[in-house]
């Protein structure tokens, strides 16, 4: 069984505390580099990208450029989802093991950057783009519109990129905005309504319902939990354990099957799934 990537938590840790973000009950942890070790030893016969993150910063990580340098031995193609205040830090690392694709969410500044200093973070982002996009892909992620509207923060994320760009203004439809601009080469922005993350006490749906779940991928916590979906914070599904378990009696487990099986019949059979906002 192939997968087209799996999620690795390296870090349950943030150093943003996003409103919007799920709260896990999980204790906070990081994968010492012995345990990414084992786990690209495990994965590697089943995808060639993996991407660092469920949970969490990845590059808050103390032994980041170990992890990366680990990635690379592998041969994994390595994508990173971060919120980009730590891009100056481990501007070096990313330099010297460069990305299949970053991804950085833009929308996760709202909070904890003023305006003011909006401009300081873009032309950050910026400067990285400069030196890795001729080989890695940069998706500028701004996932926070309601209800297909933009607000004032991503309007002058927008304006900022655009003149910094210098990208002629033509091109920032509202249409296009929502479908995705193409910045320049390997650098794209994308805007996304805000997503909701799997409420347990919300009302479960019994509509009809697909996922990319064990067909598409599966993901890794930082406590080598394996679960179906990038989405299953706090193991809601589990199927076992990395470190213990082997990764092929997880993913044709009976469980496992039943959930994947029940997605292809656009059933979501498991009661996390029933609430869980993504199809």
Known sequence: MKFKKIYIEITNSCNFSCSFCYKSK????????????????????????????????????????????????????????????LIEKQRAVLNAFPPHQINISLHD????????QLSVYLD??????????????????????????LNSFSDACIKHLREKLDIDSSIFTSENIKKGIHLRKHIYLQTADRFDWPNEKAFPSNKPK?????????????????????????AHLLL????????????????????????????AVEEFCKVCGFR
């Not at 500044?109 to 003011?116: I, T």
């Open 109 to 116: 500044l709202v909070e904890h950057v003023h305006l003011n």
């Open 26 to 85: 999980r204790t906070k942890r990081i994968l010492s580099v012995e345990e990414f070790q084992l786990i690209c030893e495990k994965i590697q016969p089943f995808t060639k990208y993996i991407y660092l993150h469920v949970m969490g910063e990845p590059l808050l990580h103390p032994h980041f450029r170990e992890i990366m340098q680990t990635a690379t031995t592998f041969g994994f193609n390595t994508n990173i989802t971060t919120n980009a205040s």
């Open 210 to 234: 697909t996922c990319y779940a064990l067909k598409d991928h599966i993901a890794i916590l930082s406590d080598g939990s394996v679960v179906p979906c990038c989405i299953d914070a706090d």
């Open 124 to 149: 950050t982002i910026l400067s990285l783009t400069n030196d890795l996009a001729a080989t890695t892909y940069f998706n500028l992620r701004l996932w926070n519109r309601i209800e297909g509207q």
């Open 240 to 267: 076992g354990n990395i470190f213990t378990d082997d990764l092929e009696s997880m993913v044709k487990s009976e469980k496992a099957l039943r959930i994947k099986n029940g997605f292809a019949r656009k059933e």
